[in-house]
């Protein structure tokens, strides 16, 4: 699967409440602290641009044999669009699927749609101790602009809240 993967079209299908147990699955166990089926429905009812990423199957992968499910729910994200910038909520990728650059294109694509949309910045924001991620956005080119304090939960381990770490990058609009 995991070359399939790799070269499979990346399907963005607005996510749906029927979509829900499955990102719940994922959320589960991809985060310390998961967003609950109350904060994805408040989400989508708020009109947040949630996206559910999924394999695309085209006549290419049906011909070479590749079977790749397009209803296994395969990475999402939550975007919050703001005035002049678009707010990255929550982006998720199946832990089975990690390390194969879901992420960057999923991250690619989003700044695609920044760019559509006339928002120079796109904001986000990470755990401090959430060292991968930090240096993974640090690679995209997000730099830290600020830090939140006492941003998330309690940590179960530490008994403490922990900050965030603010970052941001500006995305090239057409002209």
């Avoid at 959320?27 to 990423?53: K, M, Q």
């Avoid at 929550?90 to 960057?104: A, D, E, F, M, Y």
């Avoid at 640090?138 to 006492?150: A, C, D, W």
């Amino acid at each position: 699967m995991s070359q399939a993967s790799e070269g499979a079209e990346l399907s963005f299908m607005p996510m749906e409440s029927s979509d829900l147990d499955a990102v719940l699955a994922i959320e589960a166990v991809s985060h310390l602290h998961p967003w609950t089926r109350g904060n994805f429905s408040d989400s989508l009812a708020a009109g947040h641009w949630a996206y559910c990423i999924r394999p695309r199957l085209d006549q290419d992968h049906t011909q070479r044999g590749t079977f790749l499910d397009p209803q296994v729910l395969w990475a999402y994200c939550i975007l919050y669009p703001a005035v002049d910038e678009l707010h990255l909520l929550n982006i998720t990728v199946s832990p089975k699927l990690r390390q194969l650059g879901l992420g960057s294109r999923m991250m690619n694509a989003i700044e695609g749609v920044a760019a559509q949309q006339n928002m120079p910045r796109i904001i986000l924001e990470v755990r401090p101790s959430n060292t991968p991620a930090v240096a993974f956005y640090q690679r995209l080119g997000y730099e830290q602009i600020g830090v939140r304090k006492n941003y998330y939960p309690l940590n179960p381990e530490s008994g403490k809240r922990e900050d965030a770490i603010v970052m941001a990058k500006s995305i090239k609009l057409a002209v």
